[in-house]
């Protein structure tokens, strides 16, 4: 005769005749994650480089939504103008192993372009909101800066021109993150209607470049990148650089930094 066979109920012990518990079935849980894990939404990025060969390639890729790995994508918005030797050329045209006119003199070689769509309606994340672009408009800076309207990303950084930096930072020229100018008057926070894509571009070294008659930097992931990134997540960032071995390949800034902060103090003063 087949033996029949008795299932327990999960967490239940199974007695035998004695009444002394024979064995347990132990409740199994599907794994959780901690709390002091939140869940790192991701989203797509597209690379284009210049191999060590001289060929131009490209890659779609999955990465964290996270600042540091955005604002590496998020600094030109379409029709932007890029000073090269043959004239200014759109940022949606340039490709890498073309020419740019830097602002300290020299000719710099593009040797990586980032882009990405703009979340224009906060889906990219729960609770995101929709990402913002910022209208410079024309002759903001002086007679063409920029000309015409310049559309940037929140990744953007402009040249800060200020004696009182001199006590603060040992220079008179810093960078500072293009929201900051937002007044809204002459530099406008938008939401665009339509889906809009950005970009940032890598040259040999660390660069100002004059976009629209506007001074704003290259693609340099900064002097505190390498605590922004726990090791988890520095490969993920880096194999969006694949021209590169490692964060020390950026190279040295040409300029300091200023955040937010820096700016509201540097008023103070």
């Given at each position: 005769?087949?033996?029949?066979?008795?299932?327990?109920?999960?967490?239940?012990?199974?007695?035998?005749?004695?009444?002394?518990?024979?064995?347990?079935?132990?409740?199994?849980?599907?794994?959780?994650?901690?709390?002091?894990?939140?869940?790192?939404?991701?989203?797509?990025?597209?690379?284009?480089?210049?191999?060590?060969?001289?060929?131009?390639?490209?890659?779609?890729?999955?990465?964290?939504?996270?600042?540091?790995?955005?604002?590496?994508?998020?600094?030109?918005?379409?029709?932007?103008?890029?000073?090269?030797?043959?004239?200014?050329?759109?940022?949606?045209?340039?490709?890498?192993?073309?020419?740019?006119?830097?602002?300290?003199?020299?000719?710099?070689?593009?040797?990586?372009?980032?882009s990405m769509q703009i979340d224009t309606g906060g889906t990219r994340a729960q609770d995101a909101?929709?990402?913002?672009?910022?209208?410079?408009?024309?002759?903001?800076?002086?007679l063409g800066r920029p000309s015409p309207d310049l559309m940037l990303g929140a990744g953007a950084r402009y040249l800060y021109r200020a004696?009182?930096?001199?006590?603060?930072?040992?220079?008179?020229?810093?960078?500072?993150?293009?929201?900051?100018?937002?007044?809204?008057?002459?530099?406008?926070?938008?939401?665009?209607?339509?889906?809009?894509?950005?970009?940032?571009?890598?040259?040999?070294?660390?660069?100002?470049?004059?976009?629209?008659?506007?001074?704003?930097?290259?693609?340099?992931?900064?002097?505190?990148?390498?605590?922004?990134?726990?090791?988890?997540?520095?490969?993920?960032?880096?194999?969006?650089?694949?021209?590169?071995?490692?964060?020390?390949?950026?190279?040295?800034?040409?300029?300091?930094?200023?955040?937010?902060?820096?700016?509201?103090?540097?008023?103070?003063?």
């Amino acid at each position: 005769m087949r033996q029949a066979h008795t299932v327990a109920d999960p967490g239940l012990s199974h007695h035998d005749r004695s009444g002394q518990p024979a064995w347990t079935v132990r409740r199994t849980r599907p794994y959780e994650r901690p709390a002091d894990q939140p869940t790192v939404m991701r989203r797509s990025y597209d690379i284009q480089w210049l191999a060590a060969n001289g060929d131009i390639r490209d890659a779609a890729l999955s990465a964290p939504a996270l600042p540091v790995f955005e604002a590496a994508f998020n600094a030109f918005a379409r029709g932007a103008l890029i000073p090269t030797p043959m004239g200014p050329v759109a940022i949606e045209d340039l490709l890498p192993g073309d020419q740019v006119e830097a602002v300290e003199g020299d000719v710099q070689t593009v040797r990586w372009i980032g882009s990405m769509q703009i979340d224009t309606g906060g889906t990219r994340a729960q609770d995101a909101k929709p990402e913002r672009l910022y209208r410079i408009t024309a002759d903001t800076f002086g007679l063409g800066r920029p000309s015409p309207d310049l559309m940037l990303g929140a990744g953007a950084r402009y040249l800060y021109r200020a004696q009182a930096l001199k006590s603060y930072l040992g220079t008179t020229q810093a960078l500072a993150p293009v929201p900051s100018l937002v007044d809204g008057v002459s530099v406008i926070e938008v939401t665009p209607m339509s889906s809009v894509r950005s970009y940032h571009i890598g040259l040999s070294q660390h660069r100002l470049i004059r976009v629209n008659g506007v001074e704003l930097e290259s693609y340099h992931p900064g002097t505190t990148a390498s605590r922004q990134l726990p090791s988890e997540l520095r490969a993920q960032f880096m194999a969006l650089f694949p021209h590169l071995d490692g964060l020390g390949a950026f190279g040295a800034m040409s300029y300091p930094r200023l955040s937010p902060t820096d700016l509201i103090m540097l008023d103070k003063a």
